[in-house]
């Protein structure tokens, strides 16, 4: 009976998969109607009914299976998304639908779905109108954790977190203490107007976005919610990577200048203590003879640190290198990375930083994407770097062990079920999309 079961699955897959590579709609819609578990399911070399649409640029079937929930990311053998796929055989509308949460180039915590609108962080009046707004949005933090709501799951994945929206008059008191932090984000990026609108009606300001800091447990919040389950992640780290792209981007932003006001209450040219101005953009100092209020001072303005991450390619161009330090998970091998020191080009720092960590030496070096990361204020950038020696010594202090992995052990590492030899970081990680990136270099279809 069992068997059976299983053959009738296997069979309503096979027609799943045929349907979405020949264009059939009608077909998809209905076999998922009956059996909605099948829309991930693969058939030979991991291909799933996305990645037969995807390859013969069938946006219909493509559209109607994301907007079944099916799993965008998922890769077939040869380690390539849907999006890879459509993006190479230059199916460029399918690349579109499929490039909303997978863009080329763009990395988690990368997203800006607000407009910064730098310009109005000085303007007092406006910012004063638009804190009271009723449609303006607070994102809470609490020791630089953002409020989330854990209401719905993620299809067949771990919860979901979602920030929590509040108005003015939920954080009202909150910004009555003079310990609490405002830091003005931007407004939500809006259509141009639509050409129905009458001329003589005035243009509204889209809404507004401001984060609120708190050194406060701020537990009081939590008891709002109604049905969802209210909190303040406490390992920050993991819990951030669950956000979706569009609310990780703004998570970034945020809990980045939170955590410069945190640790930099204080002017550092002279020990004074300061005031926030610039719509939380800048701490000036309160004693009028400090050097840091003639001229432009970076010291009073929130850090970027920069990072070189980079994946090393073996002259023979089939291996990367791959190192891990004590503290990753068993069995997971990252990029090598490294602060950007000052007075040194992103080029020597790659050099310098794979030298020191595995005694490997780098000839060229190119940029690939980069990415905020806002544990506290790193911006990562990501670049692939061609090794001139292979001969491994790791400086023991920073780095447990490092190896070259062939392209096969590395795809293996991509794919689910395959045996392997190591584990990547999470696909939120810019090693991740670097080793990736490096694996579709050489599309195997
Ligand atoms: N998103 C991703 O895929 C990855 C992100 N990272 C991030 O990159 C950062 C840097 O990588 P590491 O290998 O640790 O750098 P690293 O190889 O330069 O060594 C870190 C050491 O450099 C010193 N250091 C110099 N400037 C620093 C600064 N501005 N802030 C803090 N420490 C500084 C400290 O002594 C620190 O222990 C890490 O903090 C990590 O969070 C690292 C790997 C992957
Ligand atoms: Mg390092
Ligand atoms: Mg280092
Ligand atoms: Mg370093
Ligand atoms: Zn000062």
Redesign the pocket.
Known sequence: MADLQLSADEEMVERLLDAAARGDLGQVSSVLSRAPSLIDRTGSRGWTALMFGARNGHYDVVKELLDRGCDRFSVNASSQTAYDISKFWGHGHVCRLLGRTDAPGENYFGRETLDRLSARRTDQAWLEARRTAADTVYLLFSKLSPMVSTSCRRQGGQPELRLCRLGHDAVKPLLQKPSTVLVFLGVERTDPPSPSRQADEAPRDPPAWFAVGTEEDADEFLAGGGEEKRLFPRSSHRDLLTLSEDEAGVVAQARSVLAWHSRYSFCSTCGGGTRLEDGGYKRSCLNAECPSLRGVHNTCYPRV?P?V?MLVIHPDGQQCLLGR?KMFPAGMF??????V?PGETLEEAVRR?TQ??SGVKVGRVQYVSC?P?P?PS?L?IGCLAIAVTTDIRVDEN?IEEARWFSRQQVMDSLLDGAQRVLTV?PRQ????QLIKHWIGMNANL
């Open positions: 640190d990072v991450i330090k990252s990029c090598l990375a490294g602060f020191e930083e020191e960590e990415q990361w544990m790193s990562m920073e970081p990680t810019i090693a991740h």
